[in-house]
């Protein structure tokens, strides 16, 4: 059986053992590497930068939440505006592999600039077993290439630490609580962002309107789990998807794009159950959705696939 406290011991001796220098960590603000942050800096305190890229596929209010959680973790932090660097690496990009390892690689060259002005010596990165397991490698098949694994540069100037990697995301989740970390229970949210939630090309455009979405799909969720009409989902999000059909605004035809929504119940993210929304909430998203976006979306679907034969995100 799993022991979070004898895990946390382990890594924090483990971690002083092999890192003697400085380090740099990549946080995303998710559970995954904020528990590798609290662990770095229990270990190596202020020989530990983390650092936060707004890559401009964060969701809403994302990058002014992650600033509040790590100055309230007391991590030694700085977040870095790379926003245009990465639309343009994305530009015409519509291959969700191709998008993943174009969003890996621009994270590491980021990671390295900062590793170069704070004078680091190693990466660390919050990756975790599903990751590596979907990102293939020996007898194992490509699901999809996790930006941490897959998306890799085959050169690197820094070297690489994963003290998570072993773990399931339960397991992290067992972690984090014990760390003390108030956030344990925040859902899972790609490193790759918004990018694979816009099915087709990622532009600025594309990206606000799956934000919006998303923010609706996730404000409503939370107000019908206060409210006793449903259990909050593990994970619940947005899809844009990159077709348009015909709808109706006021007397004239409309021509307009198409948002998913899903949600889903899992433990470790291996295999996951779509859930069962009632149909008042489902309603209540839709017409949101639909007003929000006026003159943009005109059809909000609901994906009721499990994983498998899906995979919890769309790309």
Not at 36 to 43: E, G, H, K, P
Request: aromatic content about 6%; glycine content about 6%.
């Amino acid at each position: 059986m799993f022991d979070p406290e004898k895990f946390i011991t382990s890594a924090i001796d483990q971690i002083r053992e092999r890192i003697k220098e400085r380090a740099v960590i990549a946080c995303s603000g998710g559970v995954d590497s904020t528990v590798a942050a609290v662990l770095m800096s229990r270990a190596i305190g202020e020989q530990l930068l983390t650092v936060y890229v707004d890559n401009g596929l964060m969701r809403k209010g994302e990058n002014s939440e992650v600033d509040a959680m790590l100055s309230e973790l007391k991590v030694n932090h700085k977040i870095v505006d790379a926003s245009e660097e990465f639309f343009e690496a994305l530009k015409g990009v519509i291959d969700p592999e191709q998008k993943r390892k174009i969003i890996g690689e621009k994270f590491i060259r980021v990671f390295e600039r900062e590793a170069r002005q704070f004078g680091a010596r190693y990466l660390v990165q919050g990756t975790i077993a599903p990751d590596w397991i979907e990102s293939g490698g020996g007898l194992r098949d490509v699901i999809k290439s996790h930006h941490n694994v897959g998306g890799l540069p085959a050169s690197m100037d820094l070297d690489l630490v994963e003290p998570l990697r072993d773990l399931y995301k339960d397991e992290v989740r067992k972690v984090s609580r014990t760390l003390g970390i108030r956030f344990s229970e925040r859902q899972p949210f790609p490193g790759p962002a918004l990018a694979i939630r816009v099915l087709g090309e990622v532009t600025p455009e594309a990206v606000s309107l799956v934000r919006e979405a998303n923010a609706i799909v996730e404000e409503e969720l939370v107000r019908a789990a206060e409210a006793g009409e449903m259990a909050l989902p593990w994970q619940y999000f947005a899809v844009l998807l990159p077709v348009k059909s015909v709808g109706v605004q006021g007397d004239a035809r409309a021509y307009g794009r198409t948002i998913v929504v899903r949600a889903v119940e899992s433990v470790d993210g291996m295999t996951a159950n779509y859930v069962k929304i009632p149909h008042d909430v489902l309603e209540r998203i839709s017409n949101r959705i639909s007003n929000a976006l006026k003159d943009k979306v005109n059809r909000v679907l609901y994906d009721v696939t499990n994983k498998p034969p899906a995979t919890i995100e769309w790309e």
